[in-house]
């Protein structure tokens, strides 16, 4: 299965600002997702990430709160913008080859505060 | 909508007993059912699959149609298995995965 090398691992960053999520993947991969674990809680799934066109968002999360890039197969960005201490939270990068139900891979994780 | 329902927050098991994760869903459709692991300060991964019907470190899952659950089991608990499991179940034509809240297993001496 794929490796993914996910970064930052953790950050501490200040309300009203940006955060840029870098996730890259050893192979090519056919489908990419972003999900978040807020603390105590389960993975949820922000989004698809989409080789060539927009993400495909899951309903409660929005482009324009965090925007998705996407330029090839191997590699995604997930930005979470003018952030709150309520996006405090992991953020994981994860992907999939051909035929998803063999599972998914997952990045190491990005523990955002946000003071 | 789809759903995954993991009862138990916190499973704590001594050494040698078995051990049952209990997981029931609901979906309408065909499911695809997953147990993912993370152990301490180590990264979420797969442990197995309902379709490989395989065995993975000890543990097995059967998926129960009737009963809609895919309970993880292993007849002697290891130190070693104590660790965060997750359930999953994948939807939207294998493109979503629905997660559990998640059971910790601690397993004592």
């Known amino acids: 299965s794929a490796v993914i090398s996910q970064k930052p691992s953790r950050d501490i960053c200040q309300r009203g600002t940006s955060l840029t999520i870098q996730c890259q993947v050893d192979?090519?991969?056919?489908?990419m997702f972003w999900y978040r674990q807020q603390p105590g809680q389960s993975l949820t799934l922000i989004a698809t990430?989409?080789?060539?066109?927009?993400?495909?968002?899951e309903s409660g999360f929005v482009i324009d709160k965090f925007p998705i890039s996407r330029p090839n197969l191997t590699f995604s960005t997930l930005t979470v913008s003018n952030m709150s201490p309520e996006d405090s939270s992991i953020y994981l990068c994860s992907a999939a080859g051909p035929q998803g139900n063999y599972g998914y891979t997952f990045g190491s994780g990005t523990r955002l505060t946000v003071v | 909508a789809q759903r995954v329902t993991q009862p138990e927050k916190l499973l704590s098991v001594f050494k040698g007993a078995p051990v049952e994760l209990k997981c029931n869903y609901s979906y309408s459709g065909s499911p695809e059912l997953f147990w993912y692991v993370q152990y301490s300060r180590q990264r979420l991964q797969l442990l197995l699959r309902h379709i490989s019907r395989e065995s993975i470190k000890g543990f097995t899952a059967d998926l129960n149609k009737g009963e809609t659950s895919f309970h993880l089991k292993k007849p002697f608990a290891q130190e070693e298995d104590s660790a965060m499991y997750y359930c999953?179940?994948?939807?939207?034509?294998?493109?979503?995965?629905?997660f559990g809240t998640g059971t910790q297993l601690k397993v004592e001496l």
């Open positions: 192979s090519q991969v056919t489908m």
């Open positions: 990430a989409n080789q060539g066109s927009e993400a495909t968002y």
């Open positions: 999953a179940l994948m939807t939207g034509g294998g493109n979503k995965l629905t």
